[in-house]
């Protein structure tokens, strides 16, 4: 199957290359790209598909967010600011949702930041008991480091007063010392972990396949066509396998398989390649907390609430261990590290693990690593460490940053000073902690505007270009497949997305107004607006 695709501007974001005017497609890889006459001298009496002057760009590549969770989430109510702007707004929805609630599970809402809510504060379990009394109902942190449960959630989640805080985490409490319902860190995680994993259970294996394929529309409705699965499970990853048997991923996706289900992806036989769209070859370890949830692990403390210094996970032993087994048997390891304090651990067991002079060639990554201030940057880059991080945090949580950094705010998320040292930095969203939408992650990388308006650190905007190079050749980089995706030529997937406005040419403000009008995968559209690719 031969197509040939022209009228169009091609950001092809490959190195050296010539300008393009046309493209060919065979089958699922780019057969030619270049001046027409080439291109058409190499086809073989191949369809035209005429773009009417849209940009061509390479399909971007989200290098961390979390697929399932997107499509799991998709059904919860949205207690998200401005959505929501107060916390009757938050019950509002509660109460509605209670009403499309199935008996045995929670009511769900997600998306809230409290220092964005009328109150400024976290909504408390008698909030949530106003609006919803008889049965458990959770409100996630946009975060998804913290939550707040109603007194029928904590009760069934067997939190009780006067328990002491558990490992790894923290209750919120008011001032008789009495659960406010707020639940910071490892058991919001495990309460998270657990409600997905019954809901999917109760849904039917059906449900699973249908929240990776819910978020893997609108993932494709905005550009992407590859993602890195930042928490993938033995029961997501059944998930993903039958969407991509079933030829329903519309993604490429590149799995970070947790560090406590290697056991079982290395018993099982299920490392590697499993196709041109399913791959689970790195592990996922946490190292510390969250900015926004002030739960990141930093030297020093928090000026605000709830003030500590965050959490650390494992001990510098403990996290030098992992990464030694798991690079020892063939791993990428990426490590989700936020603070200076769980940063400086990373490195220190990145430095114990890879052999001296010979860098970093499964290309271990640091996950986030919002305070990598300048002396870390500079170890991280001697080490050839990768990072994926996340500009789309800006707008959407940037002012929570400023308040709880406020002496190191302009140096979090150091884009410019990173790539300087010469780090490998790739885009992402973490998703659904803020919206998937890579236009939106491109625009905070050039403009890093706060939702009040405020540039945090304006010496780290990065010119545009740098900007979608994070989401295309440097996360192609970041997931080992700089051969295959991440820029437009010759032998490459056929993987690109068609947009309304070039966002190389366009005022940053209006990038994420781009729209977009195709996004095909290895030759395939996974999405487009009207009939650009007829009968494909
Ligand atoms: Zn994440």
């Known amino acids: 199957m031969e197509l040939i695709v022209e009228d169009a501007v091609f950001v092809t974001m490959e190195a050296g290359a010539g300008p393009a005017e046309s493209m060919l497609i065979r089958d699922d890889r780019i057969a030619a790209i270049g001046p027409a006459e080439t291109v058409h001298a190499a086809a073989d009496g191949a369809d035209v598909v005429r773009l009417g002057g849209a940009t061509v760009l390479p399909g971007l590549i989200d290098a961390h967010c979390h697929v399932a969770d997107v499509g799991y989430l998709a059904a919860a109510a949205d207690c998200g600011q401005p959505s929501a702007p107060g916390i009757a707004a938050i019950q509002a929805r509660l109460r509605d949702a209670a009403g499309r609630t199935p008996e045995g599970s929670w009511v769900t809402g997600s998306g809230y930041a409290e220092y964005k809510l009328r109150e400024g504060r976290h909504p408390t379990r008698a909030d949530l008991d106003e609006a919803v009394p008889d049965r458990p109902a959770v409100v996630y942190h946009t975060s998804l480091h913290a939550c707040v449960l109603n007194t029928a959630a904590l009760r069934e989640a067997g939190f009780a007063d006067g328990q002491p805080d558990p490992p790894g985490g923290a209750f919120g409490r008011d001032d008789q010392g009495r659960l406010d319902g707020v639940v910071y860190e490892a058991p919001m995680f495990a309460l998270f972990e657990g409600n997905l994993r019954r809901d999917m259970a109760r849904m039917g294996a059906a449900a699973g396949v249908r929240f990776v394929q819910t978020a893997g529309r609108r993932m494709a409705s905005l550009g992407l066509t590859s993602a890195c699965d930042a928490d993938m499970r ?303």
């Open 234 to 536: 033995r029961d997501s990853f059944g998930a993903f396998a039958e969407a991509d048997a079933g030829g329903v991923l519309s993604q490429r996706i590149y799995g970070l398989v947790v560090h406590d289900q290697v056991d079982w992806l290395l018993g099982a036989g299920l490392k590697g390649r499993h196709s041109g769209r399913l791959a689970t070859e790195a592990v996922k370890i946490w190292a510390d907390g969250g900015m926004s949830s002030r739960t990141a692990a930093i030297h020093g403390s928090y000026p605000v609430p709830p003030h500590g210094s965050g959490i650390l996970y494992f001990e510098r032993d403990e996290l030098t261990e992992m990464v030694r087994s798991f690079d020892a048997r063939g791993f990428q390891v990426c490590i989700h590290a936020q603070g200076d304090r769980a940063i400086e651990a990373v490195l220190d067991a990145y430095a114990a693990t890879l052999p001296r002079g010979a860098g970093n060639p499964r290309r271990h990554r640091i996950e986030h690593a919002g305070a990598m201030y300048p002396p870390l940057a500079g170890r991280a880059a001697a080490l050839g460490i990768v990072v994926a991080s996340q500009p789309g945090f800006l707008s959407a949580l940037g002012d929570g940053f400023a308040a709880a950094f406020p002496d190191s705010r302009d140096d979090l998320y150091s884009f410019a000073s990173w790539q300087r040292a010469g780090i490998t930095v790739a885009g992402s969203s973490d998703a659904p902690v803020v919206s998937p939408d890579p236009r939106i992650g491109i625009r905070d990388a050039i403009l890093r505007r706060t939702g009040d308006g405020r540039v945090l650190g304006p010496a780290e905007c990065l010119p545009a270009r740098d900007a979608l190079a994070m989401y295309t050749t440097r996360a192609a980089y970041a997931c080992h497949r700089e051969n295959e995706i991440g820029s437009l030529a010759p032998g490459k997937s056929a993987d690109f997305v068609v947009l309304g406005g070039n966002p190389l040419e366009t005022e940053p403000e209006q990038i994420p107004g781009i729209e977009v009008l195709a996004t095909v995968v290895g030759g395939t559209p996974a999405y487009q607006s009207g009939e650009m690719f007829p009968g494909r």
